[in-house]
């Protein structure tokens, strides 16, 4: 849940950017997007796309209305940090796939179609995020093993995969790139150079947001940047039906929660708005899960349990860390040109994004404003 910045800065102030919002959001997308060189792959299966009719009809990405922090925040107005962390933006939804934008990818975001069907596995991943503790045997173990967090890979059919297109482009044709494994990671997103960190996570200044990005963003920030291991479920056994339905939802939730509402590692009396809490809300939403079984996801503790308690964790199975399993792509020219532009951007970035002091009364009277906006959210 760091937030090591790495593209560029969203600044609705600057006098481009100001210019960008009175011109059509397409031709500002193109102004905006940057150029990367396209992954070799091979052809698959076209599922529908929409046409050049429908695609006048998409509309705008709700993110671009909220570039500041919520008033509820006890860092209000300043800009949020969404270099690396943004929800999914719907723009067009048919039968079919979804259009969205947001879907990050090499260090960039873009405008992908993400079919309705076709999801082949659901995988569990959790990752601690404490300071490792050495072990007098010579092994380390997370000095804080309930700092967990919690996400979803999705491995799709290949004749279903994901079409990334530049943002701004009309998404049919050829894509930039096919992505056949993805993640689902709900995560806390403040402003610049404010860290995810227990205090602002107990008292809501953080705001959540649902994210969708590659497998190798995964392993580039939580095991090459991180030096996390990342630990992974069986695939979780699930009816096709079921998993095209978790992934359709997630996708609708992202785009729904936008990144105005709090994220609450856990509040009082018994509830959270955390990375945990929400994939199992979802999951036992779709699975119409017991409800004596909902209470088991308020807190990153135990998400093996959680899954356990649902009959969801197949025990016998092989279940190998994301570690062992991207080690080709971790020593690949491509882990080395994502390393390399990571230290590019971070170079970029402008030095003057200290997050300003908030004093402990301040935090307190937003703790109240984010409880009032989180109670509101919840009873929509």
């Not at 193109?30 to 070799?40: F, K, N």
């Not at 010579?138 to 967090?149: A, D, R, V």
């Not at 494994?181 to 947001?209: K, M, Q, T």
Request: proline fraction near 8%.
């Amino acid at each position: 849940m760091s937030e090591d910045a790495t593209g560029e800065i969203l600044k609705p102030r600057d006098s481009f950017c100001a210019f960008a919002m009175l011109i059509p959001r397409r031709l500002a997308n193109t102004l905006l997007s940057v150029a990367i060189r396209p992954e070799g792959h091979q052809s698959v299966d076209h599922f529908p796309l929409p046409t050049r009719a429908t695609i006048s009809s998409m509309h705008t990405p709700t993110v671009a209305l909220q570039p500041l922090m919520p008033d509820w925040s006890a860092y209000a107005g300043e800009e949020f940090n969404l270099t690396e962390r943004r929800p999914l933006a719907i723009l067009l939804e048919t039968e079919e796939s979804f259009v969205v934008d947001g879907f990050y990818h090499r260090g960039e975001f873009w405008t992908s179609v993400i079919p309705k069907h076709g999801v082949a596995q659901i995988i569990g991943q959790q990752l601690n995020f404490s300071r490792p503790k050495r072990q007098k045997d010579g092994t380390s173990k997370p000095s804080m093993f309930f700092l967990n967090h919690v996400q979803a890979r999705l491995v799709m059919a290949p004749e279903c995969a994901v079409r990334l297109y530049p943002r701004g482009a009309e998404p049919s044709g050829e894509p930039a790139h096919y992505l056949t494994d993805f993640c689902y990671s709900v995560e806390a997103v403040g402003p610049h150079g404010r860290r995810w960190n227990p205090a602002d996570a107990l008292l809501g200044n953080l705001a959540i947001v649902h994210r969708f990005l590659s497998v190798h963003e995964v392993a580039f920030e939580r095991i090459v940047l991180a030096r996390m291991t990342v630990i992974q479920s069986p695939p979780l056994p699930l009816e096709p039906h079921i998993r095209n339905t978790m992934l359709c939802e997630a996708v609708r939730e992202s785009h729904a929660n936008g990144i105005d509402h709090p994220y609450f590692m856990f509040r009082m009396p018994g509830t959270a708005t955390n990375c945990t809490s929400e994939p199992l809300k979802l999951l036992d939403r779709v699975l119409r899960t017991p409800r004596e079984q909902r209470f088991f996801h308020r807190l990153p503790i135990w998400p093996r349990g959680y899954l356990q308690l649902r009959g969801l964790w197949q025990d016998g199975q092989p279940n190998p860390t994301l570690n062992e399993q991207m080690a080709d792509w971790l020593a690949s020219d491509d882990a080395k040109y994502r390393r390399q532009l990571h230290l590019a951007r971070k170079k970029e970035l402008p030095r003057n994004h200290a997050p300003r002091k908030v004093s402990w009364l301040q935090k307190i009277a937003s703790f109240v404003r984010a409880v009032r906006a989180d109670s509101r959210r919840k009873r929509r």
